[in-house]
């Protein structure tokens, strides 16, 4: 990394930090930048998870993020990053995900994170859907106090006997990697351990930095030993090390220039459960779609007006799932229900409300909203791994972190209390993932806050 690491304090031993809920790792690494273990500004994060973690409160006032404890109180598990990114600390994030988690397409994205003066509130300008289906863009020239974020989304691959044991467990799986290879816009799943695309998602830019910090991938000049570390893959030679030479190089060029960085891991990253799929039937799921659906406006690249028309509508709609799920809590006899069924886009409400009653008797509506507003553009992934799968993943991750510099902290998320990471697999997940990361970098300091 940079030499000018050298003016930040080292830790003795690296720290790992483990606790429950994702969002709780944010104090930690504000811990580490107030000890100056972390540069206060431009830290890159490695993240590895089975969700993207991007989002941002939709509420949240902007300036709140400028006084931490406001600022921790504000957040969850699915919106902990890009408040911090706001803030100033965070200027890369690499998405590390497995294949089966889509969320944001695969590739190199620049875009703005600002305050909409509007509203007060933290906004983007990316176009991807993921930001969309939430209400969160904002055009360039209505933000204030713009960052840049610099985002690399890539999947790994954990082989061809992970990907053969996933289709083996059923057609709906099949599918869904199916979904995914379309996504993706490639030639299908490679052969080697890692596969990245090399698709640019950039938005216009006023003032974008020039320097070669940028999203821009050049060469690394870090010589390391990627032939050795891919020669136990699985697949063609030529075609793993191609792949493998390319990732190693798209991380090293950002984390070769920096500081320091963060890794972070959240377990269910090997193995994720969908847990709303345990809570409502197929049919009442959906209903759940019909009623928050989203599709993306087709537009042209100098058509703002397109893409904010689409926001102002989403988040009326979301709005109207909010206030009726919200009254529903007070009242939803038969006459209360068919009166929110006559507005526009409700009007599936009435049946979803009667299945929940003859299952539930007294439905969670404010669950039910939660669910509803995964149910979008896509699901969120559900993928419980084998024993099999969890250990290519894991020799997958291996061979990624042993051609990458040693992380300032590492801090990981167990996500297994509300069910995203199966309470059954992620005690085995942690110690199997602690012994990798020993065999990385050593003797650890690890901090089970949980």
């Known amino acids: ?4 690491a050298s003016s930040l304090r080292r830790y003795t031993e690296l720290p790992v930090w483990i606790v429950e809920d994702h969002h709780h790792v944010v104090p930690y690494i504000y811990r580490a930048i107030g000890s100056k273990h972390l540069p206060m500004t431009d830290i890159c994060l490695v993240h590895l998870d089975s969700h993207p973690d991007l989002l941002i409160p939709v509420d949240m006032a902007a300036d709140s993020v400028f006084d931490k404890e406001l600022l921790f109180g504000d957040l969850s598990i699915e919106n902990w990053i890009m408040p911090v990114v ?10 590390l995900h497995p294949f089966w988690a889509q969320q944001i397409t695969d590739g190199k994205h620049r875009f703005f994170i600002g305050r909409d003066p509007s ?16 209400g969160l863009y904002v055009p360039e020239k209505l933000l204030e106090n713009r960052k840049e974020l610099c985002l690399q989304v890539i999947a790994i ?29 490639g030639e299908g799943w490679s052969e080697a351990v890692c596969a990245s695309s090399s698709n640019t998602n950039g938005q216009s830019s006023e003032g974008k930095p020039g320097d070669d910090t940028t999203c821009t991938i050049q060469p690394s000049t870090r010589k390391r030993h990627v032939q050795e570390a ?71 690249e100098d058509d703002e007006e397109a893409l904010v028309d689409c926001v102002e509508a989403r988040t009326r709609q979301l709005e ?53 507003l ?18 290519q993943l894991m ?56």
């Open 320 to 372: 109207d799932m909010e206030a009726a799920f919200s009254d529903l809590c007070d009242d939803d006899s038969e006459e209360n229900v068919q009166k929110w069924g006559t507005i526009p886009g409700l009007e599936s409400l009435a049946q979803l409300v009667r299945s929940l009653k003859e299952r539930l008797k007294t439905p969670d509506y404010e669950m039910v909203h939660q669910a509803g």
């Open 157 to 185: 691959d954990p082989g061809e006997e992970g990907r053969a044991g996933c289709e083996e467990e059923g057609g709906a799986l099949a599918a869904k990697k199916a979904k995914s290879e379309h996504v993706t816009n």
């Open 374 to 391: 995964t149910c979008d553009y896509s699901e969120l992934p559900h993928h419980i791994s084998a024993k099999e799968e969890i250990d």
């Open 119 to 134: 509203t007060k509130t933290i906004r983007v300008t990316s176009t991807e859907s993921y930001f969309l289906s939430d």
């Open 86 to 95: 706001y803030a100033g600390h965070f200027s890369h994030v690499f998405w």
């Open 230 to 300: 891919s020669a136990t893959a699985t697949g063609s030679p030529d075609n793993k090390l191609r792949q493998h030479e390319e990732i190693v190089t798209d991380l090293l060029h950002v984390l070769d220039k920096k500081e320091a960085y963060v890794l972070d891991i959240d377990l269910d990253f090997f193995s994720v459960k969908n847990p709303f799929k345990e809570m409502y039937t197929q049919e009442e799921f959906e209903i759940l779609k019909q009623l928050y659906s989203f599709t993306k406006p087709e537009w042209k």
């Open 1 to 4: 990394m940079s030499g000018a």
């Open 395 to 450: 020799s997958s991750v291996k061979r990624l972190l042993e051609d990458l510099p040693k992380p300032t902290l590492i801090t990981v998320a167990r996500s297994s209390l509300d069910d995203y990471c199966p309470p059954e697999q992620v005690d085995s997940i942690q110690e199997r993932m602690l012994t990798v990361l020993r065999s990385c970098y050593g003797p650890l300091e690890v901090h089970l806050e949980f």
